[in-house]
């Protein structure tokens, strides 16, 4: 599945892409609307993921920002692993009381870590007791992305890729491999993390890749 990330900050723009997609990520950080406005959107599609960044908000309006999205209905969480503990379990608990599912997420926009400490950000992440564990990383050389590839294969819900435009490969890779899903921006002008594929390139690929295909 392709999640189409959106930073879009007009209301009702935004309201008119997702109906566009089978998925979104809502960027809250970066979106800034208010929690009426977040409630009518998340109410409104059964695939959303509410992420809100740290940046100059803190967290007591974070979570009161993600509180709003997962009462209306997000299908999906994003919390980062370096979020003090209170913050994440109150994000978790909240969750859990609208079934909604948990994502656990680690950024490393310098390097991607060799495979062994890949694979200890992902034990400590499931062991919050959250739903899925993202891990994305900057791509420097080949080899990191043989890295992030090899982590899935073991049943676990994980979004692995990397950052970047040598990691480009396992962003269309990571859903073939098991991935929950993969991200994907409107076009080329709205990519909110370095290597983001647009929807409509991304989509062709995996057409292109089918047996069957007449492309």
Excluded: W
């Excluded at 992305?145 to 269309?172: P, Q």
């Excluded at 859903?175 to 290597?195: K, N, Q, R, W, Y």
Aim: proline share 4%; with cysteine.
């Amino acid at each position: 599945m392709i999640c189409v990330s959106l930073q879009e900050k007009n209301f009702q723009q935004c309201m008119e892409l997702i109906r566009r997609f089978e998925c979104c990520e809502i960027r809250l950080d970066l979106c800034r609307f208010s929690c009426n406005e977040i409630r009518v959107l998340f109410a409104s599609h059964p695939r959303l993921v509410a992420t809100c960044r740290p940046t100059d908000t803190g967290d007591e309006e974070r979570k009161k920002i993600l509180f709003c999205a997962i009462e209306a209905g997000a299908a999906y969480v994003d919390i980062e692993m370096e979020s003090s503990l209170s913050f994440k379990m109150d994000i978790i608990h909240k969750a859990r009381e609208h079934r909604c599912a948990t994502i656990l997420s680690y950024h490393n926009y310098e390097y991607t870590p060799p495979a062994t400490m890949l694979e200890n950000i992902i034990e400590e992440g499931f062991s919050h007791g959250v739903d899925v564990v993202k891990i994305a990383t900057y791509v420097r050389v080949e080899r990191d992305n043989a890295a992030l590839m090899s982590v899935y294969g073991k049943g676990r819900r994980l979004i692995v890729f990397g950052m970047g435009e040598k990691g480009v490969i396992t962003r269309v890779a990571a859903p073939l491999l098991g991935a929950e899903f993969t991200f994907a921006c409107v076009d080329d002008d709205s990519a909110t993390a370095p290597g983001q594929i647009p929807y409509k390139r991304l989509k062709k690929i995996y057409q292109l890749m089918q047996p069957d295909s007449s492309l």
